[in-house]
DNA sequence: TGGTCGATAGACCGAACGGTCTATCTACAA
DNA sequence: TTGTAGATAGACCGTTCGGTCTATCGACCA
């Protein structure tokens, strides 16, 4: 039997960090994580070596799970390309409805994180590209003649309705993006 | 004759923490601020009360220069309304493309200014649906059936170019976004 | 039973934070 | 010439920062 383990510090840790780095931003204080997450400093160091490594590793973390929320978006949006890549844009209207909508984290984290040797840059654009080429393989099924470049525009529709979401409240940029998203998939294939 | 005077304490702080504020983000030092403005400490809280005083300032100042360049780019392109508010997507293409482009400076410091009371906040949200006016009037100009939903679409495309522009270099987002804005704007009118 | 290992609490470190203060200097006006 | 206002340098304040360290605790295993 699968009993569910009491989570341990660094799945505490690593819970409290994601919920905080979100809400609070990447300038949240070790303090306030370790206290959020029950956890001894000490156990913080041991686990990830330091902020650097839990915010990065948070990242990675992240970026999975969402990398599998888009897969599981379109799964549920069952087989054709075109029905699969407009449900991204609906599923983004739900997120952004949601109370604690703060934008995208990643985009977030890559203008929070100064520093360009951080670990994290490399987690984010990876994140993107994954992104990228779950679009793009989507086109491609559709026939699109430019999948790669048709990625592009869904993924800047992407990145403009988290930014709007996150700045206009009350206008409602997903629908406004899925619109966009249609003209870029083009005329509905009449079989 | 309009002699330039040379810039006081209060114009050498605008300006450095103008440039420091977007290159390091909001979380730069006040000691920072003032060894690049070259400016005693006395003098900051004097004329901004503090550091949240300064960042508000320059937010209020960069918020008017870039809506007057929205106006001058768009001025400079004639006054063909399509021509106008897709000179504006070359513009951001331009910008993009500058060395050090980081991204919107707005959308970042949302996203930094945790305290959701930041004065900062204000401006931003004043910026943007400025922005939108403007796009709104030029729409309007053009003859456009739903001139306001069209300048949300158009404010989203902009937020995304700039997202991706920071975020994924090479790909070439301005002229991907340009290319939805003139489905957004319909047929050119053949006179 | 004793040993080991992961976790705990929390003191402690130097540095940096935003902000206040005193004292000095300089330019300009009365 | 003297007074005044604005700017300067920089000491100083308490707090918080990320990070290290010691000491203790408790569970599991030999």
Known sequence: MT???APGPRERLLEAAKELTYRQGMGVGVDALLKAAN????SLYEHF?????LVTEVLRLTAAEDEAAYEQTMRAAGDDPRRRLLAVFDWLGEIIEEPDFRGCRYLAAELAL???EHPGHAVTRRYRERVHDLLEAELRRLGHPRPAYAADQLLLLIDGTLAVGATRPGTHPA???RQLAEQILGEPRRS
Chains 1, 2 share one sequence.
Do not use: Q
């Open 3 to 5: 009993t569910r383990t």
């Open 114 to 116: 100064t520093d360009p």
């Open 39 to 42: 956890v001894a400093r000490r």
């Open 175 to 177: 629908a406004a993006a």
């Open 49 to 53: 070596g330091g902020k650097d490594g």
